[in-house]
């Protein structure tokens, strides 16, 4: 039974970072600080993101992803095979001067900086294979601090093969659907372990899916010699083969623009995509952000089938004002005239800091969200 599949309030996986945690990860970037000096650290800094959740009333908590720079590092710290280098939180600050908060924001191009795996475009060096299993690691110690459950979120395969560069890989990689295997092959083992050691509920995490519905970023597939269409196919292929046959595991998937710095870098509606996306992915929660126009309506909602979850984004992690619950209750009345009541939930629109760097709120404002989310779903559905 999978019993977290129907839960009311949902959190995106990523909590700002104390001040605290990012000295220590520059102590440590530089020599400074031990690993195991830095593990204590995020020790101590999760056990205060899981209270921070629980005394919201989140009926799910994470580890705030407090042990990763980006939120791709799920899978890019986990595998060897990338041309890739250490990451450091120095890179993902300089990947942000000179930008603007709340507008479109183009992932820089850091040319030979090989700093990391999937939140760069990179090619890999030879097939890839699991080196070590970061999120198991995660999971291991939330689940020992926590008293409510912990899930995980975990990159998808769609956002990998696009921040994969198959032209520079083709001396290993004959064609993407052979790398795509690979990629459905390690995350299988990375699910099945976190199976084992007693996680039932695992995001993942699937920006890229907005990249079919945003023009700048069909062109640039199209440019680099790619047919959307067919890239769209093979994500929808792999990501139910990644989560086939974990029968007791309840499995969301979440969309999103982009969200560095309270900045996002895609546009469009889940209009043209959301029909195959709801009806052909085997997931039992799709967190869809809806906190912005560039979302669109609640529309496509109606093709959500019956026993599935539509988990509404309706509270910004990028801006500090705060919702009101009126409005929320408001917002959740529209969408239930495309999908039944019973079949919807409410969270954050994403992650307050998708990579180390975070969004432009404050701790306070964080919490407040956390809150809102939690006491609008207990006035909604009790």
Known sequence: MKELANIRNDVVGSLLRPAKLKEARVSYDEGRLSATELRAIEDQCIRGAVRLQEEAGLAIVTDGEYRRLNFQDSFGESVAGFDAGRPSLKFYESRVQGSSPLQRWEIPDQGEHKSTAVAQRRPVVEKLRLSRNAPLAEYRFVSQVAQR??????????????????????????????????????????????????????????????????????????????????????????DNAVIDGFDNVTFGIHLCRGNQRSMWHREGTYDEIA????????????????????????EPLRFLPKGKIIVLGLVSTKVPQLETIEELKKRIDQASQYAPLEQIAISPQCGFSSDVVGNLISEDDQKRKLAMVAETSRQVWG
């Open 149 to 238: 459950p912990a899930k995980v979120t975990l990159i998808g395969p769609d956002r990998i093969s696009q921040r994969f560069d198959w032209q520079n890989s083709s001396a290993i990689y004959s064609n993407m659907d052979e790398f795509m295997a690979d990629v459905v092959k390690v995350e299988r083992e990375m699910i099945a372990a976190l199976v084992a050691a007693g996680c039932r509920y695992i995001q993942i995490d699937a920006p890229g899916y907005t990249a079919y519905v945003d023009k700048p970023s069909l062109d640039a597939m199209r440019a680099r010699g790619e047919n959307p269409d067919e890239n769209f196919n093979r994500s929808l292929k792999a």
């Open 275 to 298: 029909e195959r996306l709801l009806n052909e992915l085997k997931h039992d929660r799709f967190l869809f952000e809806y906190d912005t126009p560039r979302a669109g309506g609640f």
